[in-house]
């Protein structure tokens, strides 16, 4: 029978990219998003339609989008198709995105918070105005025929509020499945999350009947546990997991926060269970070795550096 697949999200493009001081060439930008296309990768985050005053980094987010759509990268095989979803935080967001008729996000993302620190540190507003404001976007977007991805933020703990109860993450889950989100990310914003939170917090969503299929796992390293976070993700049904290539990346408004699980070290664990992901390990590794060179950054993730010397 054929190996059970794996979704990965990769998102080293908008949450690798957001929080570098440096605004990063569009050239490399586009880039990285065309090298990772080559990857087999099915899902790519390519940037974010939020204020430019609060995330200077991602301001040229049409730019992308226009430049996807006008000059699609090349893809593995004629078949495969690749999502590039963007991040929109309101509507004002989702005005930007859907401007050019011509050149269509394939989805977007909202993102709300579990804690009620985060959410004003990071949308200016509350839990509820959040969710309130979030309403609208969601449903102009799926009358644009606009897929629309859930993240929640913070679902372990917060930096600024604390613990985060399981309840609360369930609660913001429920809405955004109730507005018309196809699937929820659970962000573990900071990396605090440990083999035994993480149980708790998934079997606390499917009790309250989340179905797995809508669960995407989201987890930051800056502890370590990313990939043990995963296989906790995975022996509870999870087959959706977001990484960023390289391990790029951090939070501008979470202090701490350190980049995502990254997607090279991802892989080779999916692949070493017997799954798949379609993905081409040495080739995203040399995606990896690429944009750390490019930006300067240290390559956050084990695998790739390993693969690349034998
Ligand atoms: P605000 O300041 O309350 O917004 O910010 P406002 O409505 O008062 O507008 C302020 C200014 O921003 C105005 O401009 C607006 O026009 C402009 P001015 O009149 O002063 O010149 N503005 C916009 N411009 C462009 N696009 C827009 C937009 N909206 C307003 N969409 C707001 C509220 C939500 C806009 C702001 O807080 C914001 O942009 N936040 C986004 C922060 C962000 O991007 N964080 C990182 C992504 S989330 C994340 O990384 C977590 C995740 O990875 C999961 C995890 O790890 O947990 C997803
Ligand atoms: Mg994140």
């Not at 440096?22 to 899902?43: C, D, F, H, N, Q």
């Not at 900071?190 to 797995?212: M, R, Y």
């Amino acid at each position: 029978s054929p190996a059970e697949h794996v979704k990965i999200v990769e998102v080293g493009p908008r949450d690798g990219l957001q929080n570098e001081k440096v605004i990063v060439p569009l050239a490399t930008k586009l880039g990285l998003i065309e090298r990772l296309s080559s990857t087999g990768l099915r899902v790519i985050e390519a940037g974010s339609f939020v204020a430019p005053k609060w995330v200077p980094q991602m301001a040229d987010s049409s730019s992308i989008l226009a430049h996807l759509s006008k000059h699609p990268p090349q893809l593995p095989t004629a078949a495969h198709k690749i999502s590039y979803p963007f991040l929109v935080p309101n509507t004002k967001g989702l005005d930007a995105a859907l401007a050019n008729p011509t050149a269509r996000p394939s989805e977007i993302a909202i993102f709300a918070s579990a804690s009620e620190g985060f959410s004003q540190r990071n949308l200016n507003c509350s839990i509820e105005e959040s969710l309130a404001r979030f309403a609208p976007v969601v449903s102009r977007a799926l009358d644009a025929g606009v897929p629309v991805r859930g993240y929640i933020s913070m679902v372990i703990a917060c930096p600024y509020s604390g613990p985060t109860p399981p309840e609360a993450v369930v609660d913001v889950a429920l809405k955004l499945l109730d507005m018309g989100c196809y699937e929820i990310s659970l962000g573990d914003t900071t990396g605090v999350g440990t083999p035994h939170t993480v149980d708790v917090l998934i079997k606390a969503l499917l009790a309250a009947g989340v179905p797995v299929e809508k669960l995407a796992c989201h987890f930051h390293d800056t502890y370590g546990q990313a990939i043990v976070n995963c296989m906790v993700g995975l022996a509870n049904g999870v087959r959706v997991f977001d990484s960023s290539v390289a391990g790029l990346g951090g939070c501008p408004y979470a202090k701490g926060a350190t980049g995502n699980v990254s997607t090279e070290d991802l892989v080779y664990f999916i692949h070493s269970v017997g799954m798949d992901t379609g993905v081409d390990l040495q080739r995203l590794a040399e995606v990896g070795a690429w944009i750390s060179d490019s930006i300067g950054r240290k390559n956050n993730s084990k695998v790739g550096p390993a693969l690349l010397a034998k």
